[in-house]
């Protein structure tokens, strides 16, 4: 009778370990690939995270990087720069392809500035702001469209909420004395009720001059890292220096809806150079355009 014969274990890995390997080493490349471009991170330590109580200088670095906007993007970051009234300066928020495309698609259509008229809501020239200005539509372009989602990504007001950009041009002593954004009459808030907010973006830098000024604002006034740069203008309030691709968001309402009169703010007269800006108002409810 013959004796079984006994099967040696085959020494050959089986078809599915080998699959199983390559994507393992495949995977362990992309990995490593994503490391190197910077679109995958390993967790960091949060013992070097910012803490409580910096608040006050540099708050964070944005989580956006080029978002789909015209031109590169310097590195973002947030700066608050008051409480009474809540404002705020988003650094390298424009590119500088982004300033100068709004600044020429606005040149042709410069006018003279106009103030509201409180009692019927039409523009009037006023000698307290002296520089030109024109408005684009709401989502005009591709481009602006792109500026929009970006204010309301920051300032978590939907893009409806906003009127159009408005772009505004001061030469040598050209300025916006002391207002407020809010209205103090019926008729201005029909639609989208009362202005909440304003974010005032730097579209050029000034030699000297230009500054946004809050005079009524409750804080230190000299804390401000380029104090030493004002106007004799500028150090009369609390204020920020135009930098181009700079924006400024300030409120003109406090948390509980109660109008902030702290937020009287003006424009510095220019005194070198030219100032260019554009501005967003945002209201309380959609703004129909």
């Not at 014969?5 to 890995?13: E, Q, V």
């Not at 424009?94 to 003279?112: D, G, R, T, V």
């Not at 948390?255 to 945002?282: E, F, Q, R, Y």
Request: aromatic share 10%.
């Amino acid at each position: 009778m013959a004796k079984p014969r006994h099967h040696r274990p085959s020494s050959k890995r089986s078809p599915s370990f080998t699959l199983v390997l390559v994507m393992l080493l495949m995977l362990t490349f992309v990995l490593l690939v994503l490391l190197a471009l910077g679109i995958f991170s390993l967790p960091i330590n949060t013992n070097d995270a910012p803490k409580a109580n910096d608040l006050s200088s540099f708050v964070r670095k944005s989580a956006y990087r080029n978002d789909g906007g015209f031109g590169e993007r310097g590195e973002q970051w947030t700066e608050v720069i008051s409480w009474e009234p809540r404002a705020f300066v988003y650094h390298n928020f424009l590119s500088k392809e982004e300033c100068e495309y709004l600044i020429n698609l606005a040149k042709p259509h410069m006018e003279k500035s106009t103030v509201v008229d409180s009692t019927t809501g039409k523009s009037k020239d006023s000698r307290v702001r002296t520089s030109s200005g024109t408005f684009l539509r709401r989502g005009q372009d591709a481009i602006i469209r792109n500026i929009e989602k970006r204010i309301a990504d920051y300032t978590f007001i939907p893009v409806e909420h906003g009127e159009g950009l408005q772009i505004l041009h001061y030469e040598v002593g050209q300025k916006y004395e002391s207002h407020y954004d809010y209205f103090l009459d019926e008729f201005n808030t029909k639609n989208g009720g009362q202005r909440m907010a304003t974010l005032l973006m730097y579209l050029s830098d000034v030699e000297e001059g230009g500054e946004t000024a809050f005079p009524n604002a409750k804080a230190n006034f000299s804390s401000v890292p380029w104090y030493n740069e004002l106007s004799e203008c500028g150090k009369k309030g609390l204020s920020v220096k135009p930098k181009m691709g700079d924006a400024l968001l300030f409120w003109s309402m406090r948390p509980d809806a109660t109008l902030d009169p702290s937020s009287l703010h003006g424009g510095c007269p220019v005194i070198k150079g030219n100032k260019w800006s554009s501005t967003k108002w945002m209201h309380i409810n959609e703004y129909k355009v």
